[in-house]
C-alpha cells in the first residue's frame, strides 16, 4: 500500500555483515569439473508437485542457484529482513567473489531465452553500477550481460532513499531495533534481467553463468534462472494498423509516443486495431487508451521502454514526474472502455518511489470488457494501479517485476474484475492488492477475484493483501517468501477501508515460508493474517482448502492494534479443510477478541502448543477469542481446551521445522 555504491573496502564490510554472519558455505574450487546432474526444477523454491494446481502456469521453467552447479557459496538460508539471503527466491543464493567463479544450470528442456535475477552491490554514494557476466552455453561464449544495481538498493524508511547515508525519517514511528552502523536498513536487492540466446538450446544443454576478468564489483549474487522457449514474433493481424506506418521509430532513438497516439486515432476512425512491430520504441509519458485494441509482437519482442522524466510543474494528478505507461481516462473523465491491451512490455526507469507520481506501467480506470493479457512490466512503479469507479477487467497471463511499489491494485470502487494467471516477484510493496478506500460517495470494491497467480518475495507487506470490500475473493494462488511488514496472504481494516461485508474468500491457495516476524512489533505474524485496526472485522471470511507451507512463525495471526484493542473485533471467520505442514511456532495466535472455527484442520511439525490464546490480554477468566474446534476433525495435536483462558505466551520461541513434504 501507499505509505547507492559502496566503496570496495564498505562493499566488503556490507557483504560479511549480510551473507558471511548469515552462514554462506564454502564453495567448490574452480577447478573442480562440473558433474553430470538432472536439473533441479522448482516452483517458489519447492519440489513442484507440493504446489501442484496452485499458481500461475508459466512458460519458463524455474532453477534456483544452490541447486544448480556452483564454484561460489552458498548463502542462507535466512528470513531475516535487511539482507540478501532473506530476500532470495527460498532464502537461499549463491555469491560469486572471484573472476572465473559461475554458476552453471542445465537445460530441462529446449530454451532459446532466460531471466536471470541478480544482486551486485551498490556504490558508496548510491544511485547503482554495472557489471559484466559471462553467458556461456556448453562452454562457449553466448554474450556477455550488463548487471545494475541503479534499480535496487533503497535505504532507510517510508518513502525509502537511493542514500545509503541516509537518517531515520525525523518523527517516524521507529521501534525495531537498528544497528548504529550504516547504511541504514538496506533492502530491494534484486533486480532481473531478460536475455534471448540467439538460438534454441536442447535439454541437456549446459548454460553457465561466469564472472569476467578484472570485474569492477566486489561479489555478485545470482537467485534463480528462468529458462523459457520464446515463439517467434506474432504477425499483424488483419484490419490493423502498424504504428510504423505512422512514424514510429523501432530503434528507440527517437520518441514513439506521437506516432503512436496517431495511429490509435486512425484505427478508431476505421474501427481497427494498433499492431507495435518488433522493436524497442521510446515511449516518456501515457499513452492514453479508450475503445481501442493494442498489441504488440510478443512481450519479448515489442518493448515500450522510457525515462522518467521531471516535469516542469506538477500535474494535475499530482506527478512531478512522467514515464511511459498507458492509461484509460481518468474516473472523474469518465473512465475507458473496449480496451484490449496485449503481447508487449514495458520497460520502464523508475529508482524512487514517490507515492503521487502516476509512473505505474497501467493506470487510469479501464472497465467494460476490457482486457490487459500477455504483458512484461518491468521497474515500475507499481506495475498495473486502476482508480474507480469502474467495473468489468480482465486482466490475465501477465509479468510484472521489480516494481518499487505494489505488482497490481485495484483501488476505490472497482467492481467485476479477474486477474488470473499472473506472476509477481520482488515488488517493493503488496504483490496484489484490493483497496477498498473509504469515500463520500460510497463506492465499494466488490465481486473482484484473484485466482491462480503466483506472487514471490514482496520486500515489502503482503504477497496478497484486501484491505475492505465486499464480496471478493482470493483462490488457487501460490504465495511465497514475504520479507517485512506483511505476509503471504492478509485482511485488513487498514489504510482508512471500507468495512468487510458479504463474504470474503480465501481457498485453494498454497503459502510458502509466510508468517514472519513484523520488525515493529516484534512479533510473528501468520501465512494469513486478519487485522481489525479501524473497524470490526464482522464480515464472513471462509479460509478452505488451502495448505500453509513452513511458515516462520504462525499459521493464523488474528490481531488488534493494542490502541483500540477494546474496540474492535475480528469476528465470523471459518477454517476449513487446511493442512499447516510446518510452523515455528503456533497454528493459530488469537491476539484480538472475536472467533473463529475451525474443521478438518490438520497440522504437523508445529513449534509451539497449537493454540496461543492471548485474546485482548486483559485475562478475565473468560475466552476473548474463541477457537470453535468442529467435532473432533483437526487433527495433529488440537486440545479441547484449545479456545480457554490462560493459554497465552506473549512470544514463544521459535522452532524452525522440517521441509514440508507430501502429505500422506
Known amino acids: 500500500m501507499s505509505r547507492s555504491r559502496l566503496s570496495r573496502i564498505r562493499q566488503v564490510a556490507l557483504t560479511g555483515s549480510v551473507l558471511v554472519a548469515l552462514g554462506a558455505s564454502p564453495g567448490l574450487s574452480a577447478a573442480a569439473h562440473p558433474p553430470t546432474t538432472a536439473p533441479v526444477i522448482t516452483r517458489a523454491g519447492l519440489d513442484p508437485a507440493l504446489v501442484q494446481g496452485r499458481g500461475a502456469a508459466v512458460p519458463f521453467v524455474e532453477q534456483e542457484a544452490e541447486s544448480a552447479f556452483t564454484t561460489g557459496e552458498k548463502i542462507g538460508p535466512s528470513r531475516e529482513a535487511y539482507t540478501l539471503p532473506a530476500e532470495a527466491s527460498g532464502r537461499t543464493a549463491v555469491r560469486l567473489t572471484a573472476a572465473g567463479q559461475y554458476v552453471e544450470f542445465t537445460l530441462s528442456r529446449p530454451a532459446n531465452a532466460l531471466t536471470l535475477r541478480y544482486s551486485i552491490p551498490d556504490t558508496a554514494t548510491g544511485g547503482g553500477q554495472r557489471a559484466p557476466l559471462d553467458v556461456k552455453v556448453d562452454g562457449k561464449r553466448n554474450q556477455t550481460m550488463t548487471l545494475t544495481s541503479e534499480y535496487a538498493w533503497l535505504y532507510g524508511m517510508y518513502p525509502f532513499s537511493n542514500n545509503p547515508d541516509v537518517d531515520p525519517n525525523p518523527g517516524w514511528w521507529k521501534p525495531e531495533p537498528d544497528p548504529v552502523a550504516k547504511p541504514f536498513r538496506p533492502n530491494h536487492f534484486y533486480d532481473e534481467q531478460r536475455v534471448l540466446l540467439g538460438k534454441t538450446y536442447k535439454a541437456g544443454d549446459k548454460v553457465r553463468f561466469q564472472v569476467p576478468e578484472n570485474i569492477p564489483v566486489a561479489w555478485y549474487v545470482l537467485d534463480v534462472a528462468d529458462f523459457e522457449l520464446v515463439a517467434q514474433p506474432l504477425k499483424q493481424p488483419a484490419k490493423s494498423l502498424s504504428v510504423r506506418h505512422f512514424g514510429a521509430d523501432p530503434t528507440g532513438r527517437y520518441d514513439a509516443a506521437p506516432a503512436i497516439e496517431r495511429t490509435i486515432a486512425a484505427a478508431k476512425k476505421l474501427g481497427w486495431s494498433v499492431f507495435i512491430p518488433p522493436g ?66 514495458i520497460e520502464s526507469d523508475v529508482r524512487e518511489r514517490i507515492d503521487t507520481d502516476q509512473v505505474n506501467g497501467i493506470g487510469g480506470a479501464i472497465g467494460g470488457g476490457s482486457t490487459i493479457q500477455n504483458l512484461y512490466l518491468h521497474h515500475t512503479k507499481v506495475g498495473i494501479w486502476l482508480d474507480g469507479p469502474m467495473d468489468g477487467l480482465l486482466i490475465r497471463n501477465n509479468v510484472i517485476t521489480d516494481a518499487i511499489a505494489d505488482g497490481m491494485n485495484l483501488h476505490l470502487g472497482v467492481s467485476n474484475v479477474r486477474a488470473t494467471n499472473n506472476f509477481v516477484r520482488n515488488s517493493g510493496d503488496d504483490g496484489l492488492a484490493m483497496w477498498s478506500e473509504a469515500n463520500p460517495a460510497g463506492l465499494v470494491n466488490h465481486h473482484n477475484v484473484y485466482d491462480h497467480n503466483t506472487v514471490q518475495t514482496p520486500v515489502l507487506a503482503n504477497n496478497i493483501a484486501i484491505y475492505g470490500g465486499r464480496d471478493n475473493a482470493v483462490t488457487d494462488n501460490l504465495v511465497a517468501d514475504p520479507i517485512r511488514e506483511g505476509s503471504t496472504l492478509h485482511a485488513g481494516s487498514r489504510f482508512n477501508s471500507t468495512p468487510f461485508e458479504g463474504k470474503l474468500t480465501f481457498a485453494r491457495n498454497t503459502t510458502v515460508r509466510g508468517g514472519p516476524r513484523d520488525l515493529n512489533w516484534d512479533l510473528g505474524l501468520g501465512a494469513i493474517w486478519l487485522y481489525a485496526l479501524q473497524s470490526n472485522m464482522a464480515g464472513r471470511i471462509e479460509i478452505t482448502d488451502s495448505s500453509f507451507l513452513d511458515s516462520t512463525y504462525n499459521a493464523f495471526l488474528f490481531v488488534v492494534d493494542w490502541p483500540v484493542k477494546d474496540d474492535y473485533a475480528v469476528t465470523n471467520v471459518v477454517v476449513r479443510d487446511v493442512k499447516v505442514d510446518g510452523t515455528g511456532t503456533n497454528v493459530v495466535n488469537a491476539r484480538v477478541g472475536g472467533w473463529a472455527s475451525f474443521e478438518n484442520v490438520d497440522a504437523r511439525n508445529i513449534g509451539a502448543p497449537f493454540v496461543n ?43 524452525p521445522p522440517a521441509p514440508p513434504g507430501p502429505w500422506n
Open 280 to 345: 524497442t520504441y521510446q515511449v516518456n509519458r501515457h499513452i492514453v487508451v479508450d475503445k481501442v485494441t493494442v498489441h504488440g509482437a510478443g512481450n519479448w519482442w515489442t518493448i515500450i521502454k522510457g525515462k522518467v522524466l521531471p516535469l516542469a510543474q506538477p500535474a494535475p494528478d499530482q506527478s512531478v514526474h512522467s514515464a511511459p505507461g498507458f492509461y484509460g481516462k481518468y474516473a472523474a473523465d469518465g473512465g475507458s472502455t473496449k480496451v484490449h491491451l496485449s503481447d508487449f512490455a
Open 613 to 655: 490464546n492471548c485474546g485482548t490480554f486483559h485475562f478475565t477468566g473468560t475466552s476473548e477469542f474463541d477457537v470453535r474446534l468442529v467435532g473432533d476433525s483437526n487433527d495433529g495435536g488440537w486440545t479441547a481446551d484449545a479456545g480457554a483462558p490462560g493459554h497465552c505466551e506473549d512470544r514463544p520461541p521459535v522452532v
